[in-house]
């Protein structure tokens, strides 16, 4: 659990600007201003240009699924509840059952959020981890509803079968992208990270936290 010092809300969201790393082939962060207040207008506005799996994310099933559902008509209950954090710091090119053996007890959170880098990096990562196929399906026999990654995929970055994605979809198991897990003490929080609804995308950007377990809103 976190020290009773650490913050209460924690911040796991990506910054989403120009300079955020993209799946290679993807639509960077675009921004555009069609008003200017420096130019004499009464506001600022701006017209945006990106695609949805910029910065922290939820995969929705039309992203790996031809017949599958689209961000905006995605339950939002996996999205919203108790999770558990676990690092798996350093584990390759695939988060294996050994990484996270530590932390699974009988009292594990319908969600998972994984930590692989030691700090997030500033560029695209064609190395980065993804998560075997078969540790998601033996998650998913233990009741989780929802896995995240502090990577790009749950796949690694090379794979075209996308196997982890196939189980996900397969599973009905909800994926979070991209997290920035640098500061999250492994343990048990409150996740809140909801897509936005959009009703033809295939992901939707999401602004996702923690929240210390018990903390109320102000």
Known sequence: MPTTNAPSIW???????????VYPGDAPYQQRWSASMAEGSVVNLSTLSLSPHVGT??????????????????DLAPYLGPCRVVHAIGCGSQVQWQHLAHAITPDLP?????????????DWDPQLSGIAPE??????????????????????????ALHSHQVARTRQLRVLENLVLDAVPEGDYELIALPLKLM???????????RTLGTQSG
Do not use: F, K, M
């Open 135 to 160: 540790v998601l399906a033996r998650l998913a026999d233990l009741g989780l509803r929802l896995i995240g990654i502090d990577t790009a995929s749950i796949d690694p970055a090379d794979s075209h």
């Open 11 to 21: 911040d796991i969201s990506a910054p989403v600007y120009h300079a955020s790393p």
């Open 200 to 210: 033809e995308a295939e992901a939707s950007p999401v602004r996702a936290v923690l």
């Open 57 to 74: 994310h939820a995969d929705a099933p039309l992203h790996y699924d031809a017949q599958g559902a689209a961000a905006g008509a995605l």
């Open 110 to 122: 319908p969600r998972l959020l994984v930590r692989t880098y030691r700090q997030a990096p500033q």
